[in-house]
């Protein structure tokens, strides 16, 4: 079962425009979800976690229980931002493993 | 710490041949995983371990092996290499609780020709 969807695999916006990264998961008991991120030919890096409730490069994340979703945010995209982001979901009853979303490839054009 | 460490970073087989792939972490994390990442399908997971001397299957384990022997250490074996291995392989670690967050490697671009 598809635990974590990222719909878009590419997302282009300007520079200076707000940028949002859809993830949506499936998941039946209390979620820990992530987002990764990882520049050109590096490895994936922690971005943010929803337990921390912080601010990371200007990027916020918000868990949606509702709407079982946990979408990135940033006000104002930098050329920097420009990146894959992965979205990720562990929990119990993943026997704590971690299942990632399909990746949504940032481009902000200059 | 240098974190997770994998080795090599770049490899060229030739189909049927066999290798070992390390990764091993200084940061005495019970869990480690592999993952495999392909374009358009993100990381699946190959195998992982939840302490020494305990390993399973996770997605796509089919012509891979795994051993943890100590925490540390937990290599992938490619038993005979295929074409539709070509990938770009990253180990990662992490403590047991399902709040903590993974930790990755470099990756190793690995081709099978």
């Known amino acids: 079962a598809q635990r974590v969807t990222q719909p878009e695999k590419l997302l282009s916006v300007f520079k200076g425009a707000p940028v949002e990264l859809k993830c949506n998961y499936s998941?039946?008991?209390?979620?820990?979800l992530f987002w990764y991120v990882q520049y050109s030919r590096q490895r994936l890096q922690l971005l943010l976690r929803?337990?921390s409730r912080e601010s990371i490069k200007g990027f916020t994340a918000d868990l949606n229980k509702g709407e079982t979703s946990f979408h990135l945010k940033k006000p104002f995209a930098q050329e920097e931002d420009s990146a894959m982001y992965y979205c990720?979901?562990?929990?119990?009853?993943?026997?704590?493993?971690?299942?990632f979303g399909t990746g949504t490839s940032l481009t902000v054009i200059p | 710490n240098a974190g997770v460490t994998q080795t090599p970073k770049f490899q060229v087989l030739k189909t049927g041949q066999s290798m070992t792939l390390q990764c091993a972490q200084d940061?005495?994390?019970?869990?480690m995983s592999w993952y495999r990442q392909d374009p358009g399908m993100g990381l699946r997971l190959i195998h992982y371990?939840?302490?020494?001397?305990?390993?399973d299957q996770g997605e796509v384990p089919n012509g891979y092996n795994v051993s943890r022997s100590t925490t540390e250490d937990f290599p992938l074996r490619l038993l005979s290499a295929a074409p539709s291995q070509t990938s770009v392989y990253f180990c990662?670690?992490?403590?047991?609780?399902?709040?903590?967050?993974?930790?990755f490697g470099d990756g190793t671009r690995l081709s099978i020709l």
């Open positions: 940061m005495n994390h019970e869990y």
């Open positions: 929803h337990i």
């Open positions: 990662a670690s992490r403590h047991k609780y399902s709040n903590q967050p993974q930790h």
């Open positions: 998941y039946s008991g209390s979620p820990e």
């Open positions: 990720a979901l562990s929990g119990r009853d993943t026997g704590n493993q971690f299942y």
């Open positions: 371990s939840v302490g020494a001397g305990i390993t």
